[in-house]
T-cell receptor
Framework: GAGVSQSPSNKVTEKGKDVELRCDPISGHTALYWYRQRLGQGLEFLIYFQGNSAPDKSGLPSDRFSAERTGESVSTLTIQRTQQEDSAVYLC???????????FGPGTRLTVL | RKEVEQDPGPFNVPEGATVAFNCTYSNSASQSFFWYRQDCRKEPKLLMSVYSSGNEDGRFTAQLNRASQYISLLIRDSKLSDSATYLCVVTPHTGTASKLTFGTGTRLQVTL
């Protein structure tokens, strides 16, 4: 079946612009996660949605970052007034409610000039 | 101290060698443990879960030492295709979807 998809695959933007990154999780997966991975670094947790519960936003690095999820489907990560240090690969993952494994999308590579 | 610590490597080993990676975690409440594999410029994928009694999947063996708070991954008879970064992952929850904490990974390069 279809895996997690993300769009765009690459995004180049100018400093100060806003960007929106999209994630389509695997159908039926109630949990959805966003991570950031800077070049040569590990995965950094950003935010986690689980069903209708309030999202865990503890990893968002600043108030320029926000994310929304429509029901148990698509999620959008928005970065306002982008900075050069926002350049990274943004990875989305989803998982079924009772299983620990997370299934990752291919990521969006964001470059802020 | 990082929640999950790994030796970044790289570990350069010849084909056929046995190689082992360790990972330490700081949260004693951690309940579930995993090894993920990440190929260059690709997304992470689950390699194997780590069970308290240890578990084996073909050439791969994972072990957990709760007392010392570390996890290990052993790869026997290394193949060129094993070249990747191996990520140690822990979570305080068991059996439910929850936030995973990733180590920064250990890079393995298998050579001819």
């Amino acid at each position: 079946g279809a895996g997690v998809s993300q769009s765009p695959s690459n995004k180049v933007t100018e400093k100060g612009k806003d960007v929106e990154l999209r994630c389509d999780p695997i159908s039926g997966h109630t949990a959805l996660y966003w991570y950031r991975q800077r070049l040569g670094q590990g995965l950094e947790f950003l935010i986690y949605f689980q069903g209708n519960s309030a999202p865990d936003k503890s990893g968002l690095p600043s108030d320029r970052f926000s994310a929304e999820r429509t029901g148990e489907s698509v999620s959008t990560l928005t970065i306002q007034r982008t900075q050069q240090e926002d350049s990274a690969v943004y990875l989305c993952a989803s998982s079924p409610v009772m299983v620990g494994e997370q299934f990752f999308g291919p990521g969006t590579r964001l470059t802020v000039l | 101290r990082k929640e999950v610590e790994q030796d970044p490597g790289p570990f350069n080993v010849p084909e056929g060698a046995t190689v082992a990676f360790n990972c330490t975690y700081s949260n004693s409440a951690s309940q579930s443990f995993f090894w993920y594999r990440q190929d260059c410029r690709k997304e992470p994928k689950l390699l194997m879960s780590v069970y308290s009694s240890g578990n084996e999947d073909g050439r791969f063996t994972a072990q957990l030492n709760r007392a010392s708070q570390y996890i290990s991954l052993l790869i026997r008879d290394s193949k060129l295709s094993d070249s990747a970064t191996y990520l140690c992952v822990v979570t305080p929850h068991t059996g439910t979807a929850s936030k995973l904490t990733f180590g920064t990974g250990t890079r393995l390069q298998v050579t001819l």
